[in-house]
């Protein structure tokens, strides 16, 4: 199995070597390792560079549109034709904390969408609050990608999915009446990925403790019993749109 987004940062984790040891004994074989900062970034780099089962997304998330620097985004480009960095991520939107900066947000998200394009890469999006900005913004470039932490409405789905994007599901589809059940139920297998957002987003029955990739199992558990299929059915699929999308190795 594959964790497609979490964030293996030192800030969380002190020892990366034992959460990608115990994921392993959960039969978690690779990992999608998503930068949102100046700092986080150089540290996926270093990561992927480190472990051959980590691959690696650089961008800035829309959080740290205050704090963020030109060179954070020269630092983006410059790591892009690392073979190990997949995608442009963590971007996007957040209106949940405020609105006051909505048009700095947009402003960034834009800046990276641009780049995306320039050099063909995927987006790893994050959308909160935020979404018919959100998809307004997409509509204008060409670019594919995942909708990362996807919580919108089965409507709201098909729209992304005219579009060629994937959608994000973690370990909020466990927690009691998550809405969001319902409108996975109903997602075709070929548009789904399964991720932890890893140190967040713990799933039940472990809510409370802090996440880590080996989640994925009970993650894909839930979603197979959800859906009606078998874990290697749904595992199946969901790394087939991995390897689509980002044309990398999702094998041991
Ligand atoms: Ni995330």
Redesign the pocket.
């Known amino acids: 199995m594959v964790d497609s ?3 293996l940062f030192k800030e969380y984790y002190d020892d990366i070597d034992s959460i990608i040891k115990l994921a392993k004994e959960n039969h978690i074989n690779k990992y999608i390792t ?1 930068g ?1 900062d100046g700092k986080t970034n150089e540290e996926v780099v270093e990561v992927v560079n480190k472990y051959p089962e980590v691959y690696g997304t650089l961008g800035i ?1 829309p959080e740290n549109v205050d704090s963020y620097q030109e060179k954070d985004l020269k630092f983006i480009v410059d790591n892009l034709n690392n073979k190990k960095i997949i995608a442009i991520g ?1 971007i996007g939107l957040d209106y949940y904390y405020t609105k006051d900066n909505k048009d700095k947000q947009i402003l960034l998200f834009e800046k990276q969408l641009l780049l995306a394009e320039k050099y063909q890469m995927p987006v ?1 999006i ?1 959308s909160r609050e935020a979404t018919l900005d959100t998809l307004n913004i997409l509509k204008k470039y060409h670019v594919k990608g995942i909708i ?2 996807f919580s919108g409405s089965l409507e709201t789905a098909r729209e992304y999915m005219k579009m060629g994007y994937l959608l994000g599901v973690n370990g909020v589809i466990t927690f009691k009446n998550a809405k969001i059940k319902d409108v996975i139920k109903e997602i075709p297998l070929d548009y789904l990925v399964l ?1 932890t ?1 890893s140190p ?1 987003l713990t799933p039940e029955p472990f809510r409370g403790k802090q996440n880590s990739p080996m989640h994925i199992k009970d993650i894909a558990t839930f979603v197979a019993t959800l859906k009606n299929i078998s874990l290697e059915e749904l595992e199946t699929a969901t790394n087939n749109n991995l390897v689509k999308l980002f044309n990398i190795n999702v094998e041991n």
């Open positions: 987004h979490c964030h998503d949102v998330h963590e790893i994050h990362h932490s991720e957002d967040y």
